[in-house]
């Protein structure tokens, strides 16, 4: 079992790498587009699998990634890495502020704080457009390069959104298996018991929706140097529920959950637009289709058939 | 600020909170009867609302027969996705955010539907009784207004009513308090799911129908319902369909205020920012009464 994991894992990681080349340019810009959302999803899917919280505030941070980039790069004609970092140094400081006193909330009403949240930011990058640009939006964004080498076509940024998912996901990994990732579950599935042993959920909440914030930020600012512009209309409600919609999907609990449900989000709505004005119908019933009939979502529902079908086959 | 204006924007405030009003109660009285938070419920508005524009303007129906029809069409499509949907999640003991997701899915799917089948037109329904206007405290009202005013009133108290006097009210009460022990007194705990559904569908077309002489309807508007039902149900605690009434005419009456004082396009801003305040601050919303229990 762990070596035939193991194999399937470097198996998709060869494909990732080898495989887009011989994609056609507009594929491999929805691979580049899955790869920031699952960046930005695995907050989200973080924030859900791990302590059972649904934040349909991701847009906040992705838009204050976005924004940062655009403004300092362009505007103030900073370096690119700039544009990153203050993204993130914003998006933890406001993520930590908001954080801490909405986090004492549950369920329900902690989803329907960060849905607010992203209301109130959405309404504010509107009325900012000394800062936003507001429906005009900041355009001319530079291209990212890493030393001399532009990373000016789809293929090119692939591969860099390639790496920081990587890097996301192999730092997500080890958060999870570590004693956080263990406190983390402990006080997802039993808080009393949780608290017994030491663990403090609101400061540990804050410190994973803090995490969750900094991949959105990053996300938001790849998007921005990808896009080369950043407006109000990137960073509506329904982009919050898409990157909620990730990690549910593909299966919260699950790190490849959270990639699979990228490729959905971004490949699915494209595949379907053949079909016209229909295709966001469509969108909407295989969203049902898929929370009703795989509440564990697409990994959960494959692992099912796989852990069956291994059943079937024993004697 | 001479009294005209404020009166003025007062009415405005009152006539959009008893719209959040009749929203947040459908969602009160769906989250009351069946725990699930209803995602969808503007929908219900948008579907009602254009059923009734249908019905008058393309078939030339009379005005109260359509209305009657768009309210069944809520209605309907309630119960089609209590039949169709969540009773089949609660057999297979869903996951308690699935509930939310379910009905975001099913909300984009209406909204995606009218768009294809409808365009991107809005359309206004005419206003109920007469189009006279009336002079109020320097403030000038449509006649359609007073109509709103008098039956969201009416809806409530006859809400409140029949979860109190009547008995269906009161199994369906009794089925959301304690299903077990509704089901052991002989009570179909699913039917009265299903009759919930019914009801908050029926309350959101109701609620779709009375604004659309002030609000045209389109696809996109449904969403927006939504949130500011969602505000005014957790305003007045989210179990208590009264509530409900009391939370939307304060946050109508608190947005109308932030676009006197302070301006209309920070009217979002304001009214959900209190939001988030108010859940922190009163987790059990204005009334106080403990949410867990079905009150």
């Given at each position: 079992?762990?070596?035939?994991r193991s194999?399937?894992?470097?198996?998709?990681?060869?494909?990732c790498?080898?495989?887009?080349?011989?994609?056609p340019?507009h594929?491999?810009d929805?691979?580049?587009?899955?790869?920031i959302?699952?960046?930005a999803?695995?907050?989200?899917g973080?924030?859900?699998?791990?302590?059972?919280?649904?934040?349909l505030g991701q847009?906040?941070?992705?838009a204050?990634g976005a924004?940062?980039?655009?403004y300092?790069?362009v505007?103030?004609q900073?370096?690119a890495m700039?544009g990153?970092?203050?993204g993130m140094l914003?998006?933890?400081?406001?993520?930590l502020t908001?954080?801490?006193?909405?986090?004492?909330?549950?369920?329900?009403?902690?989803?329907?704080?960060t849905?607010?949240?992203?209301i109130?930011?959405?309404?504010?990058?509107?009325?900012?457009?000394w800062l936003t640009?507001?429906?005009?939006?900041?355009?001319?964004?530079?291209?990212?390069?890493?030393?001399?080498?532009?990373?000016?076509?789809?293929l090119r940024?692939?591969?860099?959104?390639?790496?920081?998912?990587?890097?996301?996901?192999l730092?997500a990994?080890?958060?999870?298996?570590?004693r956080?990732?263990?406190?983390?579950?402990?006080?997802?599935?039993?808080?009393?018991?949780?608290?017994s042993?030491?663990v403090?959920p609101?400061a540990l909440?804050?410190r994973i929706?803090?995490?969750?914030?900094?991949?959105?930020?990053?996300?938001?600012?790849?998007f921005?140097?990808?896009g080369g512009?950043a407006?109000v209309?990137?960073f509506?409600i329904?982009?919050?529920i898409n990157?909620?919609?990730?990690?549910?999907?593909?299966?919260?609990t699950?790190?490849?959950?959270v990639?699979?449900?990228?490729?959905f989000?971004a490949?699915?709505p494209?595949l379907?637009?053949?079909f016209?004005?229909?295709h966001?119908?469509?969108?909407?019933?295989?969203?049902?289709?898929?929370?009703?009939?795989m509440?564990?979502?697409l990994t959960?529902?494959?692992?099912e058939v796989?852990?069956?079908?291994a059943e079937?086959a024993?004697? | 600020m001479?009294?005209g204006?404020?009166?003025?924007?007062?009415?405005?405030?009152?006539?959009n909170?008893l719209?959040?009003?009749l929203i947040?109660?459908?969602?009160?009285a769906?989250?009351k009867?069946?725990?699930?938070?209803?995602a969808?419920?503007?929908?219900?508005?948008?579907v009602?609302a254009i059923v009734?524009?249908?019905?008058?303007?393309?078939?030339?129906w009379?005005y109260?027969?359509?209305?009657?029809?768009g309210g069944?069409?809520?209605?309907?499509l309630?119960?089609?996705?209590?039949?169709?949907?969540i009773?089949?999640?609660?057999?297979n003991a869903a996951?308690?955010d699935?509930?939310?997701?379910?009905?975001i899915?099913?909300?984009?799917s209406i909204?995606a539907a009218?768009?294809y089948?409808?365009?991107?037109?809005s359309?206004?329904l005419p206003?109920?009784?007469?189009?006279?206007l009336?002079?109020?405290?320097?403030?000038v009202?449509r006649?359609?207004?007073?109509?709103?005013i008098?039956?969201s009133i009416?809806l409530?108290i006859?809400l409140r009513?029949?979860?109190?006097?009547?008995?269906?009210?009161?199994?369906?009460?009794?089925?959301?308090i304690?299903?077990?022990?509704a089901a052991?007194?002989?009570?179909?705990?699913?039917?009265?799911?299903?009759?919930t559904?019914?009801?908050?569908?029926?309350?959101?077309?109701?609620?779709?129908?009375?604004?659309?002489p002030?609000?045209?309807?389109d696809?996109?508007i449904g969403?927006?319902?939504?949130?500011?039902?969602?505000?005014?149900?957790i305003?007045g605690?989210?179990?208590?369909?009264?509530?409900?009434?009391?939370?939307?005419?304060v946050?109508g009456i608190?947005?109308?205020?932030?676009?006197?004082?302070?301006?209309s396009s920070?009217?979002?801003v304001?009214?959900f920012?209190?939001?988030?305040?108010?859940?922190?601050?009163m987790?059990?919303?204005?009334?106080?009464r403990?949410?867990?229990?079905?009150?």
């Amino acid at each position: 079992m762990k070596a035939s994991r193991s194999l399937v894992i470097l198996l998709s990681i060869a494909v990732c790498v080898a495989l887009p080349p011989f994609l056609p340019r507009h594929f491999v810009d929805l691979l580049v587009f899955a790869g920031i959302y699952t960046v930005a999803g695995l907050g989200v899917g973080l924030l859900l699998g791990q302590c059972g919280i649904a934040n349909l505030g991701q847009i906040v941070f992705y838009a204050i990634g976005a924004y940062a980039t655009a403004y300092l790069t362009v505007y103030v004609q900073a370096p690119a890495m700039v544009g990153f970092v203050v993204g993130m140094l914003i998006s933890a400081a406001l993520a930590l502020t908001i954080g801490w006193p909405i986090l004492r909330l549950t369920g329900y009403f902690l989803a329907l704080a960060t849905l607010a949240m992203g209301i109130v930011a959405n309404a504010l990058f509107f009325e900012w457009d000394w800062l936003t640009g507001g429906t005009l939006g900041i355009g001319g964004i530079p291209k990212l390069q890493i030393f001399s080498f532009v990373l000016d076509t789809p293929l090119r940024f692939y591969y860099l959104v390639l790496g920081v998912v990587a890097i996301c996901l192999l730092l997500a990994h080890n958060l999870i298996r570590s004693r956080t990732g263990l406190a983390l579950r402990a006080m997802r599935d039993s808080q009393d018991a949780a608290i017994s042993l030491a663990v403090n959920p609101r400061a540990l909440r804050t410190r994973i929706f803090i995490l969750s914030a900094l991949l959105g930020s990053v996300a938001g600012s790849l998007f921005a140097h990808y896009g080369g512009f950043a407006n109000v209309q990137s960073f509506g409600i329904e982009k919050s529920i898409n990157f909620l919609l990730i990690p549910v999907l593909g299966g919260a609990t699950s790190l490849i959950g959270v990639v699979v449900g990228a490729l959905f989000i971004a490949v699915v709505p494209e595949l379907l637009s053949q079909f016209g004005g229909l295709h966001q119908i469509l969108f909407g019933v295989a969203l049902i289709g898929v929370v009703v009939l795989m509440p564990a979502g697409l990994t959960g529902a494959l692992a099912e058939v796989w852990r069956r079908s291994a059943e079937g086959a024993r004697p | 600020m001479n009294v005209g204006l404020l009166a003025q924007s007062l009415l405005a405030g009152i006539t959009n909170g008893l719209t959040y009003a009749l929203i947040g109660i459908g969602l009160a009285a769906i989250f009351k009867g069946s725990r699930v938070p209803n995602a969808m419920q503007g929908e219900f508005s948008v579907v009602g609302a254009i059923v009734v524009v249908l019905l008058l303007t393309g078939h030339g129906w009379p005005y109260w027969l359509a209305i009657l029809c768009g309210g069944l069409s809520g209605a309907i499509l309630g119960a089609f996705i209590e039949v169709a949907f969540i009773r089949y999640m609660i057999r297979n003991a869903a996951p308690e955010d699935s509930y939310l997701l379910l009905t975001i899915g099913i909300g984009l799917s209406i909204s995606a539907a009218v768009l294809y089948f409808f365009g991107r037109e809005s359309h206004l329904l005419p206003g109920f009784g007469s189009d006279n206007l009336y002079i109020i405290l320097d403030a000038v009202v449509r006649e359609h207004v007073i109509w709103l005013i008098a039956i969201s009133i009416l809806l409530t108290i006859g809400l409140r009513q029949f979860y109190r006097t009547t008995s269906v009210g009161l199994k369906m009460m009794a089925a959301s308090i304690d299903p077990v022990g509704a089901a052991s007194i002989g009570i179909d705990v699913t039917l009265m799911r299903t009759f919930t559904f019914m009801l908050g569908g029926a309350l959101g077309a109701a609620a779709g129908i009375l604004i659309t002489p002030i609000i045209p309807v389109d696809y996109m508007i449904g969403l927006q319902l939504t949130l500011k039902g969602f505000a005014a149900a957790i305003l007045g605690g989210l179990t208590n369909p009264l509530g409900a009434a009391i939370g939307g005419l304060v946050l109508g009456i608190i947005e109308a205020m932030a676009i006197v004082g302070v301006s209309s396009s920070y009217k979002d801003v304001i009214t959900f920012s209190l939001l988030i305040l108010i859940m922190i601050a009163m987790p059990q919303g204005l009334l106080g009464r403990a949410g867990r229990t079905g009150g």
